[in-house]
Protein backbone atom coordinates (compact mmCIF):
# COMPACT_ATOMS: atom_id res chain seq x y z
CA UNK A 1 0.00 0.00 0.00
CA UNK A 2 1.14 3.41 -1.13
CA UNK A 3 2.05 6.20 1.58
CA UNK A 4 2.36 9.62 0.98
CA UNK A 5 3.14 11.69 4.62
CA UNK A 6 3.87 15.54 3.74
CA UNK A 7 5.82 17.50 6.05
CA UNK A 8 7.29 21.54 6.95
CA UNK A 9 6.59 24.31 8.39
CA UNK A 10 3.36 24.99 9.04
CA UNK A 11 3.77 29.45 9.64
CA UNK A 12 5.37 31.06 6.90
CA UNK A 13 6.41 34.53 6.82
CA UNK A 14 4.86 36.94 3.54
CA UNK A 15 8.11 37.07 0.89
CA UNK A 16 9.63 34.64 2.25
CA UNK A 17 9.65 30.63 0.71
CA UNK A 18 7.30 27.65 1.49
CA UNK A 19 9.28 24.44 1.56
CA UNK A 20 7.50 21.01 1.60
CA UNK A 21 8.60 17.43 1.69
CA UNK A 22 6.84 14.51 0.73
CA UNK A 23 7.66 11.12 1.78
CA UNK A 24 6.48 8.16 0.06
CA UNK A 25 6.55 4.71 1.35
CA UNK A 26 5.41 1.64 0.03
CA UNK A 27 6.86 2.03 -3.29
CA UNK A 28 9.53 4.06 -5.08
CA UNK A 29 9.51 7.80 -6.62
CA UNK A 30 11.82 6.38 -9.47
CA UNK A 31 10.24 3.08 -10.18
CA UNK A 32 8.84 4.09 -13.38
CA UNK A 33 5.14 4.75 -14.58
CA UNK A 34 4.19 7.16 -11.87
CA UNK A 35 3.95 11.12 -11.48
CA UNK A 36 4.31 12.58 -8.49
CA UNK A 37 2.39 15.93 -7.38
CA UNK A 38 1.45 18.46 -5.58
CA UNK A 39 -2.16 20.44 -5.13
CA UNK A 40 -3.28 22.68 -2.65
CA UNK A 41 -6.59 23.87 -1.15
CA UNK A 42 -7.77 26.98 0.55
CA UNK A 43 -9.80 26.51 3.61
CA UNK A 44 -13.43 25.96 2.07
CA UNK A 45 -12.42 26.40 -1.05
CA UNK A 46 -11.39 23.59 -4.32
CA UNK A 47 -8.05 22.39 -5.75
CA UNK A 48 -5.32 23.35 -7.35
CA UNK A 49 -2.63 21.42 -8.92
CA UNK A 50 0.52 23.12 -8.75
CA UNK A 51 2.94 20.82 -10.51
CA UNK A 52 4.11 17.24 -10.60
CA UNK A 53 7.25 15.42 -10.97
CA UNK A 54 8.84 12.06 -12.38
CA UNK A 55 11.45 10.10 -10.90
CA UNK A 56 14.05 11.57 -13.59
CA UNK A 57 13.59 15.21 -12.07
CA UNK A 58 11.29 16.15 -15.19
CA UNK A 59 8.61 18.72 -14.54
CA UNK A 60 5.76 20.00 -15.49
CA UNK A 61 3.87 22.68 -13.44
CA UNK A 62 0.81 25.44 -13.48
CA UNK A 63 1.39 28.56 -15.27
CA UNK A 64 -0.10 30.44 -12.53
CA UNK A 65 2.33 29.50 -10.30
CA UNK A 66 5.16 28.17 -12.41
CA UNK A 67 7.59 31.54 -11.98
CA UNK A 68 7.67 30.54 -7.87
CA UNK A 69 7.41 26.65 -7.72
CA UNK A 70 10.51 24.24 -7.48
CA UNK A 71 10.18 21.07 -7.36
CA UNK A 72 13.14 18.48 -7.12
CA UNK A 73 13.50 14.23 -5.78
CA UNK A 74 15.32 12.48 -3.42
CA UNK A 75 15.34 9.11 -4.73
CA UNK A 76 17.59 8.02 -1.44
CA UNK A 77 14.90 9.23 0.72
CA UNK A 78 12.08 8.44 -1.58
CA UNK A 79 11.05 12.15 -0.97
CA UNK A 80 9.73 14.65 -3.45
CA UNK A 81 10.20 18.40 -2.60
CA UNK A 82 7.69 21.72 -3.25
CA UNK A 83 9.49 25.84 -2.51
CA UNK A 84 6.89 28.15 -3.65
CA UNK A 85 8.52 31.63 -3.13
CA UNK A 86 7.43 35.23 -2.50
CA UNK A 87 4.42 33.64 -0.64
CA UNK A 88 1.85 36.13 0.14
CA UNK A 89 -1.68 35.46 1.90
CA UNK A 90 -3.18 33.81 -1.00
CA UNK A 91 -0.91 30.94 -0.79
CA UNK A 92 -2.46 29.74 2.97
CA UNK A 93 -3.72 26.59 2.07
CA UNK A 94 -4.00 22.61 2.98
CA UNK A 95 -0.71 21.46 0.49
CA UNK A 96 -0.93 17.84 -0.28
CA UNK A 97 1.42 15.38 -2.20
CA UNK A 98 -0.33 12.63 -4.44
CA UNK A 99 0.54 10.01 -6.81
CA UNK A 100 -0.31 10.69 -10.17
CA UNK A 101 -1.38 7.30 -12.05
CA UNK A 102 -1.89 5.85 -15.50
CA UNK A 103 -5.00 4.65 -17.50
CA UNK A 104 -4.50 3.10 -20.52
CA UNK A 105 -7.21 4.65 -22.20
CA UNK A 106 -6.84 8.12 -20.85
CA UNK A 107 -3.28 8.03 -19.92
CA UNK A 108 -1.49 10.41 -16.88
CA UNK A 109 -3.61 12.69 -14.73
CA UNK A 110 -5.30 10.51 -11.87
CA UNK A 111 -4.68 11.25 -8.72
CA UNK A 112 -4.97 7.67 -7.22
CA UNK A 113 -2.79 7.99 -3.25
CA UNK A 114 -2.80 11.47 -1.41
CA UNK A 115 -0.73 12.32 1.71
CA UNK A 116 -3.43 13.52 4.48
CA UNK A 117 -2.23 17.31 3.87
CA UNK A 118 -0.62 19.78 5.96
CA UNK A 119 -1.61 23.19 6.62
CA UNK A 120 0.46 26.31 6.02
CA UNK A 121 -0.34 29.91 6.86
CA UNK A 122 1.23 32.85 5.30
CA UNK A 123 1.19 35.69 8.20
CA UNK A 124 3.53 38.09 9.91
CA UNK B 1 -6.92 27.19 -18.82
CA UNK B 2 -10.15 24.91 -18.85
CA UNK B 3 -12.81 26.30 -16.48
CA UNK B 4 -14.84 23.12 -14.88
CA UNK B 5 -17.75 24.15 -13.67
CA UNK B 6 -19.69 21.96 -10.93
CA UNK B 7 -23.73 22.15 -10.08
CA UNK B 8 -25.24 22.51 -8.09
CA UNK B 9 -23.26 24.07 -4.81
CA UNK B 10 -25.20 21.64 -2.66
CA UNK B 11 -27.24 19.02 -3.34
CA UNK B 12 -30.13 17.94 -0.73
CA UNK B 13 -31.45 14.10 -1.37
CA UNK B 14 -32.46 11.82 0.92
CA UNK B 15 -31.27 8.72 2.08
CA UNK B 16 -31.81 5.88 -0.09
CA UNK B 17 -32.66 8.11 -3.29
CA UNK B 18 -30.71 9.00 -6.14
CA UNK B 19 -28.01 11.82 -6.64
CA UNK B 20 -27.30 13.60 -10.07
CA UNK B 21 -24.11 15.93 -9.98
CA UNK B 22 -22.73 17.48 -13.00
CA UNK B 23 -19.64 19.13 -14.24
CA UNK B 24 -19.08 21.08 -16.88
CA UNK B 25 -15.89 21.65 -18.83
CA UNK B 26 -15.15 25.41 -20.67
CA UNK B 27 -13.82 23.05 -23.55
CA UNK B 28 -13.86 19.72 -24.59
CA UNK B 29 -11.96 17.16 -22.51
CA UNK B 30 -12.77 14.35 -24.47
CA UNK B 31 -12.91 11.60 -21.58
CA UNK B 32 -10.10 12.14 -19.38
CA UNK B 33 -12.61 13.73 -16.51
CA UNK B 34 -11.83 12.13 -12.89
CA UNK B 35 -14.10 12.46 -10.17
CA UNK B 36 -13.28 12.58 -6.15
CA UNK B 37 -14.80 12.18 -2.87
CA UNK B 38 -13.98 14.39 -0.14
CA UNK B 39 -14.75 14.27 3.94
CA UNK B 40 -13.82 16.76 5.98
CA UNK B 41 -10.32 17.10 7.37
CA UNK B 42 -9.33 14.29 4.31
CA UNK B 43 -7.47 13.89 1.53
CA UNK B 44 -9.56 13.51 -1.94
CA UNK B 45 -10.78 9.97 -2.88
CA UNK B 46 -10.27 8.94 -6.68
CA UNK B 47 -13.89 7.60 -7.29
CA UNK B 48 -14.07 7.46 -11.00
CA UNK B 49 -11.65 7.89 -13.95
CA UNK B 50 -12.07 8.02 -17.24
CA UNK B 51 -15.34 9.72 -17.30
CA UNK B 52 -17.19 6.55 -16.23
CA UNK B 53 -14.59 3.69 -15.07
CA UNK B 54 -15.02 3.04 -11.33
CA UNK B 55 -11.63 3.10 -9.15
CA UNK B 56 -11.00 0.47 -6.67
CA UNK B 57 -13.21 -0.43 -4.52
CA UNK B 58 -15.72 1.98 -5.28
CA UNK B 59 -18.95 0.28 -4.84
CA UNK B 60 -21.25 0.19 -7.96
CA UNK B 61 -23.96 2.38 -6.77
CA UNK B 62 -21.56 5.11 -8.09
CA UNK B 63 -21.82 5.39 -11.95
CA UNK B 64 -20.12 7.98 -14.39
CA UNK B 65 -21.34 8.89 -17.89
CA UNK B 66 -20.71 12.08 -20.34
CA UNK B 67 -18.02 13.25 -22.81
CA UNK B 68 -16.79 16.44 -23.93
CA UNK B 69 -18.08 19.10 -22.59
CA UNK B 70 -21.05 17.58 -19.92
CA UNK B 71 -19.95 14.57 -17.46
CA UNK B 72 -22.05 13.20 -14.17
CA UNK B 73 -21.81 11.53 -11.47
CA UNK B 74 -24.98 9.24 -10.10
CA UNK B 75 -25.04 8.07 -6.64
CA UNK B 76 -27.69 5.31 -6.70
CA UNK B 77 -29.72 4.10 -3.33
CA UNK B 78 -27.61 6.78 -1.14
CA UNK B 79 -25.84 5.81 1.97
CA UNK B 80 -25.01 7.66 4.91
CA UNK B 81 -21.31 7.33 4.35
CA UNK B 82 -21.90 9.16 0.79
CA UNK B 83 -22.88 12.41 2.45
CA UNK B 84 -19.38 14.71 1.50
CA UNK B 85 -18.23 17.08 -1.28
CA UNK B 86 -17.60 15.85 -4.80
CA UNK B 87 -14.88 17.20 -7.24
CA UNK B 88 -14.94 16.90 -10.74
CA UNK B 89 -10.99 17.29 -12.45
CA UNK B 90 -9.68 17.58 -15.79
CA UNK B 91 -6.42 15.96 -17.10
CA UNK B 92 -7.12 16.41 -20.52
CA UNK B 93 -4.60 19.54 -20.84
CA UNK B 94 -2.93 21.32 -18.68
CA UNK B 95 -2.67 22.62 -16.27
CA UNK B 96 -5.25 20.46 -14.68
CA UNK B 97 -7.85 21.44 -12.99
CA UNK B 98 -11.29 20.66 -10.68
CA UNK B 99 -14.37 22.18 -10.28
CA UNK B 100 -15.52 24.26 -7.09
CA UNK B 101 -16.96 21.10 -5.57
CA UNK B 102 -20.49 20.08 -5.15
CA UNK B 103 -21.88 19.41 -1.38
CA UNK B 104 -24.38 16.19 -1.14
CA UNK B 105 -26.20 16.79 2.22
CA UNK B 106 -29.09 14.60 3.57
CA UNK B 107 -32.51 16.25 2.93
Known amino acids: QVQLQESGPGLVKPSQTLSLTCTVS??????????WGWIRQPAGKGLEWIGR???????NSNPSLKSRVTMSVDTAKNQLSLTLSSVTAADTAVYYC????????????????WGQGTLVTVSS | EIVMTQSPATLSVSPGERATLSCRAS??????LAWYQQKPGQAPRLLMY???TRATGVPARFSGSGSGTEFTLTISGLQSEDFEVYYC?????????FGQGTKLEIK
Open chain 1, 53 to 59: IYGTGST
Open chain 1, 26 to 35: GGSISGGRYF
Open chain 2, 89 to 97: QQYNNWPYT
Open chain 1, 98 to 113: AREGYDILTGYGLFDY
Open chain 2, 50 to 52: GAS
Open chain 2, 27 to 32: QSVSSN
